[in-house]
T-cell receptor, first 113, second 111 residues
Framework: KAGVTQTPRYLIKTRGQQVTLSCSPISGHRSVSWYQQTPGQGLQFLFE???????NKGNFPGRFSGRQFSNSRSEMNVSTLELGDSALYLC????????????FGPGTRLTVL | QKEVEQDPGPLSVPEGAIVSLNCTYSNSAFQYFMWYRQYSRKGPELLMY??SSGNKEDGRFTAQVDKSSKYISLFIRDSQPSDSATYLC???????????WGAGTKLIIKP
């Protein structure tokens, strides 16, 4: 089975712009979670989607949003980018919600200038 | 104070040594404990999964949970240079599915 794929792998944006990141989960997986990873804060949970519904949301401002499509693919959007949004954004898929066996993609490295 | 504390390291040890990685936590409701390994430029991958207290062994890896002390450990025996990576602990409690993560410890195994 192919693993979790994320596109793009690298992205450079400037402050004030918006960005959309994409995640394709493992075939058959219905749950997709998004995380922000920075050296100082570690992995911070953004949100989780299951069957196109947001099931859980972390403590991030409304500039961070996401959605899941009927084929389980997911996108996350960050509007009005700030310098502090520079991070590795990781997507993880699970066969069902609530499972702890999360399979991570390689991440999208976002740099905000 | 963070719910899960983990020393970011780096921790550098010679090849063949026994490695001990640790996390402490404050939420007594945590029942499910995991260790993930993350190589550079890759996403984390699940190494060990433990429920409640006790030990779990898988090859050279042993996960240990002490709920009374709110302390979990990952031991690596006969460490290899290929074990060099960042090790993250993660945990959750009861019906809350959201995982709480440690900051990760960078481990370097010197040949």
């Amino acid at each position: 089975k192919a693993g979790v794929t994320q596109t793009p792998r690298y992205l450079i944006k400037t402050r004030g712009q918006q960005v959309t990141l994409s995640c394709s989960p493992i075939s058959g997986h219905r749950s997709v979670s998004w995380y922000q990873q920075t050296p100082g804060q570690g992995l911070q949970f953004l949100f989780e989607y299951f069957s196109e519904t947001q099931r859980n949301k972390g403590n991030f401002p409304g500039r961070f949003s996401g959605r899941q499509f009927s084929n389980s693919r997911s996108e996350m959007n960050v509007s009005t980018l700030e310098l502090g949004d520079s991070a590795l954004y990781l997507c993880a898929s699970s066969p069902r919600d609530g499972t702890d066996t999360q399979y991570f993609g390689p991440g999208t490295r976002l740099t905000v200038l | 104070q963070k719910e899960v504390e983990q020393d970011p390291g780096p921790l550098s040890v010679p090849e063949g040594a026994i490695v001990s990685l640790n996390c402490t936590y404050s939420n007594s409701a945590f029942q499910y404990f995991m260790w993930y390994r993350q190589y550079s430029r890759k996403g984390p991958e699940l190494l060990m999964y433990t429920y409640s207290s006790g030990n779990k062994e898988d090859g050279r890896f042993t996960a240990q949970v002490d709920k009374s002390s709110k302390y979990i450990s990952l031991f690596i025996r006969d460490s290899q240079p290929s074990d060099s990576a960042t090790y993250l602990c993660a945990m959750r409690g009861g019906s809350n599915y959201q995982l709480i993560w440690g900051a990760g410890t960078k481990l370097i195994i010197k040949p």
